[in-house]
């Protein structure tokens, strides 16, 4: 096992601090439509940044209320966060991967053609022993380039007591390393995998968030979480981001193109889906989940 290099990390702070947090872009030399030019920087060196405020206090409100509203429904069957797609399902979880602040912090490190490739929601409930083990995103995911983004958006704070994402700085520009996959019972990845190599904890970040803000974080980066300690639930929905230049090489997913335009063609895209958590929703969304399992269970192993 080798040990991860960090070019930056003895610099590194999170930009929150930095900065005040990402309020808006106008507020320092400003870049791109969220970022500065300087966190755009940090981005590209150490392959992470945060906070970005997203939602207003009423979208936030909104929007928790019908990720919640969707758990008691499914409460029988699945959890959200066990089932992926759910923006192909519900209109309003279609309306976040879409939204126009969360387009504008990806556009400000992808360019401005983005597409939605792919979202989960990761729940962990009070005293949750659900954990990430290190990983690096870009490792199973078949897509031939690295221009691939995660807006990691919180729907409840995301502290370090509730299990925040710990990431380490400056790894993303590791290659894709070898993991092993564990398939451990508490592990919230789907195969448990974990990056063979050693991770000192001392060298990760923790990725503090309020309600209604995001992190953006690169696919090569060694990421994980520790389980919720706390008497609260830890709510996040991340979102896939890549440019219209990638493609799927295993299993394909169709996609949503969610700014600028797309002269490639590699994705199908799908529409807005119909309004609300309706019973024949939830039915096609476990379907199609189950299927999507199948799928990615079959491919060539990565
Ligand atoms: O939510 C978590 O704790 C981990 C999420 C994660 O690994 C990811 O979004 O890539």
């Given at each position: 096992m080798g040990s991860v290099s960090r070019p930056k990390f003895s610099t590194f702070e999170p930009l929150g601090s930095k900065h005040g947090g990402l309020e808006t872009a106008a507020t320092h030399e400003s870049m791109g439509k969220v970022l500065s030019q300087q966190q755009v920087e940090s981005y590209r060196d150490d392959g992470v940044v945060f906070p970005a405020r997203i939602l207003s206090?009423?979208?936030?409100?909104?929007?928790?209320?019908?990720?919640?509203?969707?758990?008691?429904?499914?409460?029988?069957?699945?959890?959200?966060?066990?089932?992926?797609?759910?923006?192909?399902?519900y209109d309003w979880a279609y309306e976040l991967v879409t939204h126009p602040r969360i387009l504008?912090?990806?556009?400000?490190?992808?360019?401005?053609?983005?597409?939605?490739?792919?979202?989960?929601?990761?729940?962990?409930?009070?005293?949750?022993?659900?954990?990430?083990?290190?990983?690096?995103?870009?490792?199973?995911?078949?897509?031939?380039?690295?221009?691939?983004?995660?807006?990691?958006?919180?729907?409840?704070?995301?502290?370090?007591?509730?299990?925040?994402?710990?990431m380490v700085p400056g790894s993303h520009t590791q290659p894709i390393l070898s993991h092993v996959k564990t398939y451990a019972e508490n592990n919230l990845l789907s195969r448990g995998q974990v990056v063979e190599v050693e991770v000192?904890?001392?060298?990760?970040?923790?990725?503090?968030?309020?309600?209604?803000?995001?992190?953006?974080?690169?696919?090569?980066?060694?990421?994980?979480?520790?389980?919720?300690?706390?008497?609260?639930?830890?709510?996040?929905?991340?979102?896939?981001?890549?440019?219209?230049?990638v493609k799927q090489t295993g299993y394909k997913l169709p996609a949503i193109l969610g700014r600028g335009s797309d002269p490639y063609r590699h994705f199908e895209y799908a529409e807005k889906p119909a309004h609300g958590n309706t019973e024949e929703a939830m039915a096609a969304h476990i379907a199609a989940d189950r299927k999507l399992a199948e799928m990615v269970?079959?491919?060539?192993?990565?």
């Open positions: 206090d009423a979208e936030l409100t909104r929007y928790l209320g019908l990720y919640l509203e969707l758990e008691e429904l499914m409460k029988d069957r699945a959890r959200p966060s066990q089932l992926a797609m759910a923006h192909f399902y504008d912090l990806v556009e400000d490190v992808l360019g401005p053609d983005v597409v939605v490739w792919s979202a989960s929601f990761f729940t962990k409930p009070p005293h949750d022993p659900g954990y990430v083990s290190w990983h690096q995103d870009a490792t199973y995911w078949g897509l031939d380039l690295s221009e691939v983004t995660t807006a990691w958006l919180a729907l409840s704070e995301s502290t370090v007591e509730n299990g925040c994402m710990r000192k904890e001392s060298e990760a970040v923790d990725v503090i968030l309020k309600a209604g803000e995001a992190s953006l974080h690169h696919v090569n980066i060694i990421h994980g979480s520790n389980a919720n300690s706390s008497s609260s639930s830890r709510i996040g929905f991340a979102i896939r981001m890549v440019t219209p230049r269970r079959s491919a060539p192993a990565g």
